[in-house]
C-alpha cells in the first residue's frame, strides 16, 4: 500500500507517519510539507491513500485533492 501524508505542519506529519507505520509496517510511505511539494509528489508517483491537511501553507487542500483525482 502506497499512502502519502501532506501537511504543512511537520509535527504532525511526523506523528502521524509513526501511526501508520504501526499499524501498518509495509505501507510504502511519502510526505510533503507544502502544496508545491504535494504536486511535485503526485506527477511522480500514484498512492492508495492520501492524508491531506485542508490548509496547507501555499494553497488549499481541496485544490490538491482535485489534482490527485484528475492524475489517478
Do not use: W
Not at 18 to 28: D, F, G, T, Y
Not at 36 to 49: C, G, P, T
Amino acid at each position: 500500500m502506497r499512502i502519502a501524508v501532506i501537511d504543512d505542519e511537520k509535527y504532525s506529519r511526523v506523528a502521524l507517519i509513526h501511526q501508520i507505520r504501526q499499524l501498518l509496517p509495509n505501507a510504502e510511505l511519502a510526505e510533503a510539507g507544502s502544496g508545491m511539494q504535494a504536486i511535485e509528489l503526485l506527477e511522480k508517483q500514484s498512492f492508495d491513500v492520501l492524508f491531506l491537511d485542508i490548509h496547507l501553507g501555499d494553497m488549499e487542500g481541496t485544490t490538491i485533492a482535485a489534482l490527485a483525482r484528475r492524475l489517478m
